[in-house]
């Protein structure tokens, strides 16, 4: 699906157009990019099927932008605009407290272009002295500077994902080209990734390193080789394809998959049983033993096969010694989606829109649970509206064939710890999500006495992205982690896994450590339109790298079960 990259561009387009104050236009592109974001189709068939104008918000004009990007990978008004403000708008954009409209005046006044440069003009004290900025705006700049360059250069996995599959895709279009692996960090779906590796069987690699260094996709040609080309995309990372035969394909992916770290375990074990490990095999001497698929390799090795997300550290190596791996969860495992958000808080799409798209992706139940309270950053919930969407529910639940509609709620966790919601009201619904809302940060005894109060409510089942982090500008809260998953633990409460490509919270280490301490945890999409509910998968990932089996997920049991683990 192609949908998050054209909304993207739609999105960087009004971007640029903020900076002129073109503000009809900003809204107009703005509004596509929503309606593409939140599609719960694939973007390429509607195009396919001349339905684009169809479209809330894309009229003619945008229709064939959006035609455009879908062919060539990007929109030549959209490359025009970036030569026109030759600035790094990611990175820019990264620092808190900048926005395009501040990218145009510092670009115009001081010519800054990239991080370094606003640094520069920040400790010399320039930009304090532009109209319209002052020395608040300044010092803030400066402070959030570090936090924005620790991301940059590497980016995030549920964005480049979709990227990798598309290039995947255009080479198998190929005739020569057999298969196609995406492999890398992309593989092991570590959250944030630095380039993306392509590995092809074909006889022909001429054909197609031709071909991949005239994607439309690609800025610059850095390497072209006849069996190694690499490129820099449009997107600003940097981009592989290597060219191997059929028969020692599994050892250039297991090779090229990595990590490092598993590589040079295992290069070691071979040595120990007096062979030898590398991209082009395994080998007893002269001879060799296996290199056409991963699962020979490893089998010769006298190891069990080592799924792509646990081979970050060598821990992975001697489970699959020992046969101790995990018998991970897998991604057709989860069966309902229980934090959800609809248009009865700050949702995109109506709540019986969100329970089709649910139905769509086969799920058994899901659990709506929109915002209430007083959070003042969105819109939410009062008691009157809970009473309301609780009779749609029941309207629904008698409609729908083959899923149910758990009534949920996600409160906000207030200073003390206290859900800012009645407990009589909390008490009436099926599961209660508590989640912290707002940019306060306390320190590390205080925030963890916060959670650990929550998790003490018994309405409270479901702490929802437990750290508060935002990949790359908000880092993750301070808390006593040991606390926390003993507190939940104790008190039966379950630890998201948020799917968010932001979030990822939970994040893998702490999903492998909360398991240790015996907590029970639940992946949810946190979707706010149809098209979120699709990214279940990153959450499923992040869970697979925790090393989280079927039985640490409470959202893997049938409905029966399930309503027997909430226990209300
Ligand atoms: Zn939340
Ligand atoms: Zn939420």
Known sequence: MQNERVAHILDRIADYMEMDDDFFRVKAYRRAANTVQNLSEDIETINEEGRLQELPGIGKHIAAKIEEILETGTSLYFEKLKKEYPVDFDALLSVEGVGPKTIKLLYKELG?????????HARRHHIRRIKGMGDKKEKQILENIDLARKNTGRKLLGHILPLAESIKHQLEVLKVVKTVEIAGSIRRRKETVGDIDLLVISDNSQEVMDYFVNLPLVEEVIVKGPLKSTVILKEGLDCDVRVFEEDVFGAALMYFTGSKELNVELRKMAIAQNMKLSEYGLFQGEEMVAASTETEIFQAMG???????LRETHEAVEAAVSHKLP????????????????????????????????????YEYLAIADHCGYLHVTRSMDEKDIKNQSTEIDRLNEKMENITILKGLEVNIGPDGNPD??????????????????????????????????????????????TNRRMPERPEYDLNLDKIFEAASETNTFLEINSNPVRLDLKDVYVKKAIQYNCKLVINSDAHSQNQLHNMHLGIATARRGWAEKEDIINSLDLKDLLKVLNR
């Open 112 to 120: 800054v272009e990239t991080l370094d440069d606003l640094e520069h």
């Open 303 to 309: 190891l069990d096969y080592i799924p792509p997300e």
């Open 327 to 362: 018998d991970l969860i897998g991604y057709n495992d989860i069966k309902g989606d229980l934090h959800i958000h609809s248009n009865w808080s700050d949702g995109k799409n109506t709540l019986e829109d969100m329970v089709w798209e649910c139905q769509e992706l086969g």
């Open 421 to 466: 919601v009645d407990n009589t009201l909390l008490q009436e619904m099926d599961l209660v999500v508590a989640g912290i809302h707002s940019g306060e940060r306390k320190d590390f005894f205080e925030m963890t006495q916060i959670m650990v109060n929550a998790m003490e409510n018994e309405n409270v089942n479901i702490i929802s992205h437990p």
